[in-house]
């Protein structure tokens, strides 16, 4: 089975500050890779998806941005955090029989002051 | 615009009651309907519905689907004091992408 992982679990940044946010995936090759952002006491909003090395689609416009530069490496990122870009952040992986299951990572949980 | 929408939002029962959470979605293609419960991290699966009116079980959790009406019910009998979580739902759309839409989830506190 999958094993995602993410670091760091928390992470306390100043506004203006970059960011880099990590996901690796074990137990599968040829993911498709997700980003999702979960507000307080909201459900899951995709930021991004990746069907393969260097593939990046956007769902939403914002100031975050996503690089997948191995197959299993899946980094969020900001040059310039705001408070808006608090949350908790999820990185999920899925194969590509696109109506299965996605198997999510643990989470990291940013707040921006 | 794809959607998924859950009902209740929030849920305070004792324990051994039943409940019934609900999902409806407006989705172009559907392709599958996802259960997931959330405790305090990630989302762990639960249970996976394409087809129509086959029940999905496991234990006190049952699940169900009605592509006709564009709905779902997530029944859990005998409620635990472990069962207390956020439950959501998700819904695969058209395209190879494999994205889920979530609804808002339904969090669910279950009182000794």
Request: with cysteine; net charge positive; charged share 15%.
């Amino acid at each position: 089975s999958q094993t995602i992982h993410q670091w760091p679990a928390t992470l306390v940044q100043p506004v203006g500050s970059p960011l880099s946010l990590e996901c690796t995936v074990e137990g599968t090759s040829n993911p498709n890779l997700y980003w999702y952002r979960q507000a307080a006491g909201r459900g899951l909003q995709l930021l991004f998806y990746s069907v393969g090395i260097g593939q990046i689609s956007s769902e939403v416009p914002q100031n975050l941005s996503a690089s997948r530069p191995q197959d299993r490496q899946f980094i969020l990122s900001s040059k310039k955090l705001l408070l808006s870009d608090s949350g908790f952040y999820l990185c999920a992986s899925g194969d590509h029989r696109s109506y299965n299951e996605q198997f999510f990572g643990p989470g990291t949980r940013l707040t921006v002051l | 615009e794809d959607k998924v929408v859950q009902s209740p939002l929030s849920l305070v029962v004792h324990e051994g009651d039943t409940v019934t959470l609900n999902c409806s979605y407006e989705v172009t293609n559907f392709r599958s309907l996802l259960w997931y419960k959330q405790e305090k991290k990630a989302p762990t699966f639960l249970f996976m519905l394409t087809s129509s009116g086959i029940e999905k079980k496991s234990g006190r959790l049952s699940s169900i689907l009605d592509k006709k009406e564009l709905f779902s019910i997530l029944n859990i009998t005998a409620t635990q004091t472990g069962d207390s979580a956020v439950y959501l739902c998700a819904v695969h759309g058209s395209g190879n992408t494999g994205k889920l839409i979530f609804g808002q989830g339904t969090t669910l506190q279950v009182k000794p």
